[in-house]
């Protein structure tokens, strides 16, 4: 296996509503072939030529422009990319992604578009080569953070202000246990359960039953990588039985619990490691998933 790294950063404090982390990722290899987890939506800049394809949960199978945006995933997705691989990425919080995309979220599940069909060519041609002069992953991050304030600042205000307090609410129920009680959040919101489900798949992509067994599965998942519990205490994270938790982990990761121990494969392992590192820094639906 050749030189494989993956380097994250914090965005600044005024663009953490929008970005959940800037990510760097390189590997010096001839075939790339692994699996990702469920995750927010992305976009991505591909730096190096070379074709890459993602194969999503629906069994769908899409080749990624050199600029692109993923939609939020459902599951765990398998990328096939030629070597040498430069990526660098940011993942976007749901006001992130009524911000700068705009459209109801649950239309792009599992699906990649050409992010110049959103944001335009020039203006991303124009990051890419700024992202291909800087070096690291913060002088990267510094380039990241200068497009999404331009792509902010172009979308609708009052369409992020709308979405902020509501997704303030829905995280913040994810967060607060590992089977989340649906009737919680229809009273911190005071909205409906078809309202709820409404905005959630618009924002998010799916609906809270499917985003509170992700974030179960995740947790569970890193928390065996970490070796902090055995198979039987994951088991008390909200499943109905060990079967049960071995199914949604496979969902959601990719993985069995028993290969996310013994052989995560190089990018799970650089995501949880990394991704729980920053502990205490970025919200537990970052940082503990």
Request: include cysteine; charge should be neutral; glycine fraction near 8%.
């Amino acid at each position: 296996m050749g030189d494989i790294r993956l380097d994250y950063a914090v965005p600044i404090a005024d663009l953490a509503d929008y970005i959940t982390l800037f990510y760097d990722f390189y590997a010096d290899v001839a075939v790339f072939d692994d699996v990702e987890r469920a995750d927010n939506a992305q976009i991505r800049f591909r730096l190096l030529p070379g074709r890459a394809q993602y194969r999503f949960p629906d069994g769908t199978a899409q080749d990624s422009p050199d600029f692109h945006v993923i939609g939020p995933t459902s599951g765990a997705v398998h990328v096939h990319a030629e070597g040498p691989i430069a990526v660098f990425g940011m993942g976007l919080t749901p006001v992130g992604w009524a911000a700068m995309i705009g459209t109801d979220a649950s239309t792009l599940l599992n699906r990649v578009i050409d992010a110049t069909s959103l944001f335009g060519a020039g203006r991303l041609q124009v990051a890419a080569a700024a992202l291909r002069k800087a070096q690291g992953i913060t002088a990267r991050a510094a380039v990241g953070e200068g497009l999404v304030r331009d792509l902010v600042r172009s979308a609708e205000s009052q369409c992020t202000n709308g979405a902020m307090g509501f997704v303030r609410a829905v995280d913040a129920w994810l967060a607060a246990s590992p089977s989340p009680d649906m009737e919680d959040l229809l009273a911190t919101t005071g909205l409906s359960r078809r309202q709820v489900e409404r905005k959630c798949n618009a924002l998010y992509g799916a609906p809270p039953k499917l985003l509170a067994r992700k974030y179960r599965a995740l947790r569970a998942a890193v928390a065996l990588v970490a070796a902090e519990e055995s198979v039987g205490d994951a088991v008390d994270r909200g499943f109905y039985d060990q079967s049960h938790m071995i199914r949604e982990i496979k969902q959601f990761t990719g993985l069995t619990p028993g290969q996310i121990r013994a052989n995560p494969g190089i990018l799970p392992q650089l995501t949880i490691t990394h991704r729980t590192a920053l502990d205490g820094i970025v919200s537990p639906l970052i940082s503990r998933t």
